[in-house]
């Protein structure tokens, strides 16, 4: 019985020793300047002056940041930066430099790679779209299935006007464009 205890007993060390690599709370006034380094796995909430981790957290400050494959609800006051980032972004600017998968609301959203989802915001930006881009300015220079209600509207891959219809309406359009 105590051989059992003791396996038991170190079994539960070594797992918890195993999920140290990740943290449940960072609080960061910068990066450099926060309970956990910037290598750090967070999966629980971080409390951000700007802070900047690979996620899988509620991320709620001024300035997040998320690194590597990360995911979450992202809420912050000014912006929200990322490598590749599935979840939800609500920022003034929500910026992400690869993939991007969930929702962006704000302002300004940006998307380098491919957005699958929906961006909400005076200004809408996707390298590649598949899904729905609503605001006054949108443009996805690439799409697989793609739609845009805003005032102005780009597909640049769209090649004529109303030639291939119903598939694809026009390279740019006032009121709503798309592509499928």
Request: proline residues 3%; charged residues 10%.
């Amino acid at each position: 019985m105590k051989r059992k205890a003791v396996v038991f007993t170190v079994m539960m060390m070594t797992a918890g020793l195993s999920a140290s690599a990740a943290e449940p709370v960072q609080l960061s006034l910068t990066p450099d300047v926060a309970i956990h380094d910037r290598g750090v796995m967070i999966r629980g909430i971080a409390l951000n002056i700007w802070g900047e981790n690979p996620q899988e957290a509620l991320a709620l400050g001024i300035v997040n940041g998320s690194t590597g494959q990360s995911l979450g609800f992202s809420w912050s006051l000014l912006l929200n930066y990322a490598e590749s980032y599935r979840g939800v972004q609500w920022a003034a600017v929500n910026y992400a430099t690869a993939e991007f998968t969930g929702w962006q609301g704000g302002c300004i959203n940006y998307s380098g790679g491919s957005t699958y989802g929906l961006q909400t915001a005076f200004v809408n930006y996707s390298a590649h779209l598949r899904g729905l881009q609503l605001g006054l300015f949108n443009v996805a220079e690439s799409t697989d299935e793609a739609l845009q209600v805003g005032v102005i509207n780009l597909l640049p891959e769209n090649e004529t006007w109303f030639g291939n219809l119903p598939e694809e309406l026009a390279p740019g359009m006032v009121l709503v464009n798309w592509s499928f």
